[in-house]
C-alpha cells in the first residue's frame, strides 16, 4: 500500500464531552475518495484512561443518501420528538474560554 494510500486529505475532528468524533477523507490506490467516520470514547480504568473506538466507512456512491438519511433523522427528533428543545444550547465551542483571564474556582 502506497503512502498516499494511508493519507488524511481533510480531517474534522468534533469534541462532544466524553466523545470525539472524527471525520477523515481518504483516498484508494485508484484516487479514489472516501470518509471514514470514528467516534472515540474515553472510559476511567484504574490506572488512566482507555479509548473505545468504532469506526465506519461511508463511500462515495452513498454520501447523498447518508446525508438525507442522516438529516431525516435528525430534524425528526428535534421536531417531532423534541419540539421544546433549544438545540442551539448544545453548540457552545469547547475552546470558547480559552485565552480569557477567566478561573474556574
Known sequence: MEERDR?????????????TYFFDVKSTRSQDYYITITESRRH??????????????????DFDKFVEGLNEAVNHVKTELMPDVDFNQFNRDEDEFSGTDLKWE
Open 44 to 61: 476511567q480504568k484504574e490506572d488512566g484512561f482507555v479509548y473505545e473506538k468504532h469506526k465506519m466507512f461511508l463511500y462515495k456512491e
Open 7 to 19: 493519507e488524511e486529505l481533510f480531517s474534522k475532528r468534533i469534541r462532544a464531552g466524553k466523545r
